[in-house]
Each structure stands twice: as structure tokens, then as C-alpha cells.
């Protein structure tokens, strides 16, 4: 009997919502688009517009296929690199127009912050630190961590040394098949330790199961939290949290057996290492700043995730090209022999002009971070996307989240040509992108540690060319994307290395 006066006046309180929304929110939105000129953005319909459960599935297929990357490229292609969809419920905007992301990251910074989805996400793992928060919080995690970054002390060549020749101790010099991205993370974590504690873990030495087990745990865990965020929202409902829980504990005890000998330090107050000719050591500078573990534990693990995979990524990547392309090869093998085998220093590295042109194009075809986003914290607009030739300026209303895919953007062919897909670092010799290129993103939250990672990936690379004159390629599979936090090549980087 209730039924139909029920459903009659739900009826009537959803029309007067949509009535108070249309003569007040309604019509000041249609103000602003018309002032800007915005026009519609076309939306991805499938079979499920509301949710996005299409969405979802075929997201979740590409992760099993390992086909993200590719299938993100070809739709922002076939829709013209803007475009509006549902996913697990979540409306998204995806774009790879280079104006848009200046907009965002730089030219309009204050209309948006990463969004309480990526705090919540992220969240998990590193708690409440520079790759989490916005605002005050944010500027004040950056102004904890920016001045390690321009001593001069961290990109300590020496320092690096040390770990190379641990590096090429553990490679067998015979030849024999070796996994070289697995190598890359064990030397980026001894020197990202060697950083942040002052103190490396030593993974690349023999016996070492200490650090092997927290890497172990933290790839874990890195694992799971990408087991979850691939079905978006709902994952939440039935992806249990233990394992991902499980791990993290034991990375966090890892950390935490640094962090409380350096609180302990700093209450001593033996601050710097005088015997390491004044050497700064990361924590101890944050200890000073802050007592607390677990504001010490956040702003070091996130340190340790940027630092970690991000560059052994770099590294792996440019060499299994390297294995790949004898020509490369060759030219780069040629540039390092101009050094007769003595180590680089700082202005031989910078002056290494095809080296760093190898870097940038393995940035550009394999950027380490592929996807990234923002959220509007206020109604505001982006340039392009609208209309049927999307070159008209799009509408963003609050709280909307807009993503870009990086791979997808540095391999536009109306932008690096038609061999956009291969590997030439020639290049460079004549391409200055600005936002086309974006590994390290830009503006304000630009990556910390660019120069640090470009630095070692070069010095590494010049080190290991020089002791192994001679490559080959082990694995006849081509790069075959594998998701975490960043992205990695699934089967490792198989290559074989001789002394000549
Ligand atoms: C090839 C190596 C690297 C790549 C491709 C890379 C890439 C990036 C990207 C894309 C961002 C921006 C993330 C965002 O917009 O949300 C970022 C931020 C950051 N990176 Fe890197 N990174 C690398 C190496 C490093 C290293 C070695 C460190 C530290 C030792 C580091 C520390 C950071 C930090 C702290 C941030 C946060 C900056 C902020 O939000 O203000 N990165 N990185």
C-alpha cells in the first residue's frame, strides 16, 4: 500500500535536489563554463556507464595479460588523448595532453592536491609524509627533505664505488645468464640506505639476509597494495588487508631498528659522523627536526620507494635495451673508452653526452611512474579536450580526479614522430620537450631526487660498461610491463657479461 506514495515522493525530493542544484551550483557551473569557454568531453560508454564494472573487468584482464600500459596507450589514442569514465564507481578523467598537465602540476597548482583516494592508497604504505599530503603538510615534509638533496655530499661518487664493486663482484664475469634488475634493486637499496642512514644494508654482499628478507617483504607488500588498487574502490571489499599487513611489519621493523638508534643519536647529541669528514646522514638531520618514529618511519619509507625502484627501473630498463641493440651498444662502449678505464668524475659523467641521451630515451619509453593524477579542490578547468576536435578548454568540477599515463604521452607519435615506439637515442640531439616529457613530473611536487638518480644511473652504467666490455641478451621475451608502484619489466633483465 506504502509503494506508490513511496516512490512518488522520492520522486518529487530527487526533482526539487536537482531543481535547488540547476538554480544555484547548476547555474553558477554554467556560468564558469561559458567564461571559459568549455565544452563537453566525450565519455567512454560501455556496458555498465554507472559503475564501470566493464571498465573494471577489462582493467583487471590487462593486469593478468600484462597489458595495462598498451591498452591505456590505445585507448587514449582512439578517443583523442581526453576522456571521461567510470571505474568501480569513481568518475575519472584521463589525459595526455601535455597543456592539460602543465596546468595542473604547474600553471593552476592551488586548484589541486593529490586527492584523498591517493591518501588513502598510498596512504597504506607510507603513512603521512611528502607522497601523501598537500598543503601546509606537504611544504613542510618538502622543506624537511629538499636540503639533503642539494648537499653536495649525495652525489658522493665514492660512496656509489663501493657498491659497484660489490655489484661486479656477485655477477659471474664467465658469461653465465645473470638477472640484472634484480642486481640494480639490491645496489639501489644499499645506496639509498647509504643515504638515508649513513649506513648501507649491504644487500649486494654475501650472506646478506637481513636486507634480502626486508626487500622481500617490502616487494610484498608493494605487491599486494597493487592486488588491491586494480579493482579501484571495491577492492577494499574483498581483497583482505593481512598480507599486505603482514609485510609491512616486517619492513617496518627493518626501519624502525635505524630510525631508534638515531633518535638515540640525536639525544646524545653525536649529530654528524666527524670521522666521514662531516658527512651528512639523512635521518639524523630529520631526527633533529622530529622525535617522533612514526613521522620519521613515513617521511623514510617514502623516501626509500622514490629512491629504490624508480631508479634499479632506470637501470634495468636501459640495459635490457642495451643487450638488445648492438649498435647502441656499440656507440655507448666507444663514448666510455674515452675515459682508458679511469673512474668518472662529476663533469666526465655530465660531459657524456651519448649516456645521457640512452637515459632520457629510456625515461621516455619506460618511465618508471606511468600513471599519476590529481584532484580538482575547487571547480576549475583544463585547456583541452572539449568538443568534437577536443581544442576546446573542459570543465572540472571539485573534487574530480584527473590521471595521466606517461607511457602513453612519450610515445605520441603527432609528438616524437613515427618511431616513437623504438629506442633512438639520437634523438635527443635535437628534441627539447618541455611537458611532452615528463618522467621526474613537473612544477612545485617535482621529483626531489632527480639528479641523484641521473647521477647514479650514469655512474653505474659508465662502471659496469667498463669491467663488462661484452653483453648479451638471455631472454628472447620482449619488455612485458609488471605493476607495482612503478612499473618494472615482469621477467627481470636476463643478460649474459664478459670481461672480453
Ligand atoms: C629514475 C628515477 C626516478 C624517477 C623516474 C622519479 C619520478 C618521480 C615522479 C614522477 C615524482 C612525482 C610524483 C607525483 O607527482 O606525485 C617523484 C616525486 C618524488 N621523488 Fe622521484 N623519481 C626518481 C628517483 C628518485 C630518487 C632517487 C629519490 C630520492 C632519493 C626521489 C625522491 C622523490 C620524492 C621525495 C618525491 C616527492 C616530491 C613531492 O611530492 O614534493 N625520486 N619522483
Known amino acids: 500500500m506504502l509503494f506508490w506514495p513511496l516512490i512518488t515522493a522520492t520522486g518529487v525530493l530527487l526533482l526539487c535536489r536537482r531543481l535547488y542544484y540547476e538554480l544555484t551550483l547548476g547555474a553558477e557551473r554554467r556560468r564558469f563554463m561559458k567564461q571559459y569557454g568549455c565544452k563537453p568531453i566525450t565519455k567512454i560508454q560501455g556496458w555498465d556507464p554507472i559503475f564501470g564494472l566493464d571498465i573494471v573487468i577489462s582493467v583487471v584482464r590487462s593486469y593478468a595479460n600484462n597489458t595495462v600500459l598498451q591498452k591505456t596507450a590505445r585507448m587514449l589514442k582512439e578517443y583523442r588523448n581526453?576522456?571521461?569514465l567510470s571505474f568501480s564507481g569513481l568518475p575519472i578523467i584521463m589525459t595526455i595532453e601535455p597543456e592539460n598537465i602543465k596546468y595542473m602540476l604547474a600553471l593552476s597548482f592551488n586548484d589541486w592536491e593529490l586527492g584523498?583516494?591517493?591518501r588513502e592508497r598510498l596512504g597504506k604504505l607510507a603513512g603521512k609524509a611528502i607522497f601523501t599530503t598537500d598543503g601546509k603538510d606537504w611544504e613542510h615534509s618538502r622543506a624537511l627533505l629538499r636540503p639533503n638533496f642539494i648537499r653536495k655530499q649525495y652525489q658522493d661518487l665514492i660512496a656509489l664505488e663501493v657498491h659497484v664493486q660489490h655489484l661486479v663482484d656477485l655477477i659471474p664475469k664467465n658469461g653465465e645468464t645473470v638477472?640484472?634488475?634484480e642486481m640494480f634493486l639490491r645496489f639501489t637499496i644499499d645506496s639509498a640506505t647509504e643515504l638515508l642512514f649513513g649506513k648501507s644494508c649491504e644487500s649486494l654482499l654475501p650472506d646478506s639476509s637481513t636486507p634480502v628478507n626486508f626487500a622481500n617483504a617490502f616487494d610484498s607488500a608493494l605487491l599486494e597494495l597493487r592486488n588491491q588498487e586494480k579493482w579501484g574502490p571495491l577492492g577494499r571489499y574483498f581483497i583482505s588487508d593481512k598480507p599486505f599487513q603482514r609485510h609491512m611489519k616486517n619492513t617496518d621493523e627493518f626501519i624502525y631498528?635505524?630510525?631508534h638508534a638515531a633518535i638515540a643519536r640525536q639525544r646524545q647529541s653525536k649529530l654528524f659522523d666527524k670521522t666521514a669528514g662531516e658527512r651528512?646522514?639523512?635521518l639524523d638531520e630529520l631526527a633533529k627536526e622530529s622525535q617522533n618514529p612514526k613521522v620519521l618511519r613515513d617521511e623514510i619509507i617514502s623516501v626509500l620507494i622514490a629512491a629504490r625502484d624508480t631508479t634499479a627501473t632506470l637501470m634495468s630498463n636501459l640495459w635490457f635495451t642495451l643487450a638488445r641493440q648492438p649498435e647502441v651498444w656499440a656507440k655507448l662502449h666507444a663514448e666510455i673508452s674515452l675515459l682508458c678505464g679511469e673512474i668518472p668524475t662529476h663533469e666526465q659523467l655530465k660531459d657524456m653526452k651519448y649516456l645521457r641521451w640512452c637515459l632520457s630515451e629510456t625515461l621516455r619509453l619506460w618511465p618508471p611512474v606511468n600513471f599519476n593524477g590529481r584532484m580538482a579542490v575547487r571547480d576549475t578547468w583544463l585547456p583541452l579536450g572539449g568538443g568534437a576536435d577536443r581544442k576546446s578548454p573542459i570543465f572540472v568540477p571539485k573534487g574530480q580526479e584527473v590521471f595521466w599515463s606517461t607511457y602513453a604521452l612519450q610515445r605520441r607519435k603527432d609528438i616524437y614522430g613515427p618511431d616513437a615506439e623504438e629506442f633512438r637515442p639520437e634523438r635527443w640531439e635535437s628534441i627539447r620537450p618541455h611537458w611532452e616529457y615528463i618522467p621526474f613530473s613537473g612544477g612545485p611536487r617535482i621529483c626531489i631526487g632527480q639528479q641523484f638518480a641521473l647521477t647514479e644511473a650514469a655512474y653505474v652504467t659508465v662502471?659496469?660498461?667498463?669491467n663488462f666490455p661484452i653483453i648479451e641478451h638471455r631472454d628472447p621475451k620482449p619488455w612485458t610491463e609488471?605493476?607495482?608502484?612503478?612499473?618494472?619489466s615482469k621477467y627481470g633483465t636476463q643478460v649474459g657479461l664478459r670481461r672480453g
Open 280 to 282: 651528512y646522514v639523512f
Open 116 to 118: 584523498k583516494p591517493r
Open 482 to 488: 609488471h605493476i607495482t608502484v612503478v612499473t618494472s
Open 82 to 84: 581526453t576522456i571521461r
Open 257 to 259: 631498528g635505524y630510525i
Open 179 to 181: 638477472d640484472l634488475q
Open 463 to 466: 662502471r659496469l660498461v667498463q
